[in-house]
Each structure stands twice: as C-alpha cells, then as structure tokens.
C-alpha cells in the first residue's frame, strides 16, 4: 500500500525557517518525481515545488529562492526546506507523487500545518 | 504560466442528479488535465487524468473529456459520497496549476 506521511509543521514566525519531511512507503520512491502542494485554509491547491528522479528541482515563482526540495531515496525521504517565511505561507502542505514531472498527481499524504505567525 | 478556471464555483444537487463541472485553460494543454475530489480535513484525491482516462478504484459514475482548452467532468448520479469540492489541474508545463475549485452540495 502506498504511504506518504508529512511531518515537520509547526507555529513559525515570519522570517524564520521550517523543515518539513515526507516518509515514503509500499513503492519505489527512487522512481517517481515528488512534489510538494499546499493549501491555505478555505482555499485552493497551490503547487509548491516538485524534484525529477534525478534530483532536478522546480519551483514557481512564488517561492523560488525561499524553499528548496530535496530527496533522500537511501531513506524513502521527500523535504522542503522552508526559509524567509512569511503569513501568506502558511497553510496545509502536502507531498504528493507522479509518475513524470508531466503526470498526474496519483497519491497524496494527509498534510502538515504550518502556521507563520508572531 | 498557464490559467486554470472552473465553472461554477459552487453548485447544489440532489443524490442521482448528472452533475457537469467545466474547466478552462489559458492556453492549449492538449490533453494534459487531470481532476481530483477534495472532502473536508482529507487530502485531495485522484479521479480522472489525461482528460478522459479513470483512475483505478474510483466508480464509473465519473467520466471526463475535451482537449485543447476546454474540458468537462461529469457525474452520471450523484452518491451522497460525492458531495465534496473539485479541483482541475494542469500538467502541460511547469507550474503546474489547478482551477479555483468547485464546491458540489446537497440541495
């Protein structure tokens, strides 16, 4: 059975910086690209970040220079480094995987609260 | 980056009603959409990708189609189970993005 479990939210203030984590399970994490989308409460889904099986990073231009992805295959780890943060980032994150940087989003993890505030 | 925007935003039904959500790209997407049902606290789940294909497990009451701009996700009869809030998204080009959502509830 596939798992993604997020972890690593948590009550941030703006500025400062946040780790999130993603354990990976019942697949070969190696094989498939891995992104990251969150979703402010009552809104909608925003595309955060995603990494190729290479370790090729994308962002979009909201967070690009701010957070940074990364993967771990040896430990089934997907990451999201979270730095400058601001209020408008905070919100339910989410990893989430696809079967090419083009595919769809097939399975998804239960999310993580972050929350940036003073 | 590429547009996404569904119509309605909201819309009420009643169990066993054909139901039709529409979603709009800014740009030709050939047949790069996939839609994905939301409920309340969960997580976002797969339904249709590649505009008309059925993801597997998800009940054959939900179909979608079109290409190019233009693309429908229709509900053949509503289960109470599907009153839940639906999302387009994109995958053509980077960034990936989704329409605004649509909220589907019981009348």
């Known amino acids: 059975e596939v798992q993604l479990v997020e972890s690593g939210g948590g009550l941030v203030q703006p500025g400062g910086s946040l780790r999130l984590s993603c354990a990976a399970s019942g697949f070969t994490f190696s094989s498939y690209d891995m992104h990251w989308v969150r979703q402010a409460t009552g809104k909608g889904l925003e595309w955060v970040s995603a990494?190729?099986?290479?370790?090729?990073?994308y962002y979009p231009g909201s967070v690009k220079g701010r957070f940074t992805i990364s993967r771990e295959n040896a430990k089934n780890s997907l990451y999201l480094q979270m730095n400058s943060l601001r209020a408008g980032d905070t919100a339910v994150y989410y990893c989430?995987?696809?079967?090419?940087?083009?595919?769809?989003?097939?399975?998804w993890g239960q999310g993580t609260l972050v929350t940036v505030s003073s | 980056d590429i547009q996404m925007t569904q119509s309605p935003s909201s819309l009420s039904a009643s169990v066993g009603d054909r139901v039709t959500i529409t979603c709009r790209a800014s740009?030709?997407?050939?047949?790069?959409l996939n839609w994905y049902q939301q409920k309340p606290g969960k997580a976002p789940k797969l339904l249709i990708y590649?505009?008309?294909s059925l993801q597997s497990g998800v009940p054959s009451r939900f179909s979608g189609s079109g290409s190019g701009t233009d693309f429908t996700l229709t509900i053949s009869s509503l289960q109470p189970e599907d009153f839940a809030t639906y999302y387009c998204?994109?995958?053509?080009?980077?960034?990936?993005?989704f329409g605004q959502g649509t909220r589907l509830e019981i009348k």
């Open positions: 990494i190729g099986t290479a370790g090729d990073p």
């Open positions: 998204q994109q995958s053509y080009s980077l960034p990936v993005t």
């Open positions: 590649a505009a008309s």
């Open positions: 740009q030709s997407i050939s047949s790069y």
């Open positions: 989430a995987r696809s079967g090419g940087i083009a595919a769809p989003l097939d399975y």
